[in-house]
């Protein structure tokens, strides 16, 4: 199997639609957010306690096996050199970055070119 290019966009639905994707991921109702710990609201998903916080979510490991498996499907289909995927989470800033980042992770180790933009990672925290 060729190996395809996969696109990777965080996001969040608090600062406009999803991006266009053959695969998002919605993080919002199923994962704990970390902007709740008054510790990590002003820091990213590119701060080490951030992932460890996000990554030590039950659930979240396996969504990124079971992501991994869903692009190896699209990757398979006959005309397919190019997949994105969108990770959202509410603000764009915690879960969805830390997913997108290991997400790329991941498949650059089974031999994928990815690309990960993080949208909304700039903009300022969401106070809900």
Known sequence: MAKTTVEI???????G????ADIVLDLRRAFRDP????RMRQLTGRDRLVRK?????????????ATVR???AYASGPSVDRIVVGSGCAGGRHRSVVVADQLAR??????????????DLHLPVVNR
Request: charged share 20%; net charge positive.
């Open 70 to 72: 869903q692009v190896a």
């Open 35 to 38: 902007h709740v710990d008054p």
């Open 17 to 20: 639609d999803a991006p266009q």
């Open 9 to 15: 966009v965080s996001f969040g639905f608090l600062h």
């Open 106 to 119: 991941r498949l650059r180790r089974r031999g994928h070119t990815v690309t990960v933009t993080h949208r």
């Open 53 to 65: 916080a996000v990554l030590g979510t039950a659930g979240v490991r396996q969504l990124l096996k």
